[in-house]
């Protein structure tokens, strides 16, 4: 019998499963005491590429940048876990 995941799930994982995922690390992160700037250095990174263009961007550009880090790392890891070899049985 061959089972294959359904791409479906993938979907759903990428779509709810991540974000809600990356809200709660971040959330994590600051109730266990890690400072701030640490937290949120993406988003400070995104914000000073930003103002380095020009443009003053509003604390919320890094809180979402941040956030959007973090999606991303979920998303990578759901792929690298997708696209892993299965085992024969």
Not at 30 to 43: I, K
Request: hydrophobic fraction near 60%.
């Amino acid at each position: 019998m061959s089972f294959r995941t359904h791409p479906a799930f993938f979907v759903i994982f990428v779509v709810i499963l991540a974000p809600v995922g990356a809200a709660v690390v971040v959330g994590a992160l600051l109730l266990f005491g890690v400072q701030p700037h640490l937290v949120f250095a993406p988003g400070r990174a995104v914000m000073s590429l930003l103002a380095v263009c020009g443009v003053h961007a509003p604390n919320s550009v890094g809180v979402v940048s941040t956030v959007a880090f973090w999606w991303l790392v979920f998303v990578a890891a759901g792929v690298v876990w997708e696209r892993r070899p299965r085992r024969r049985g």
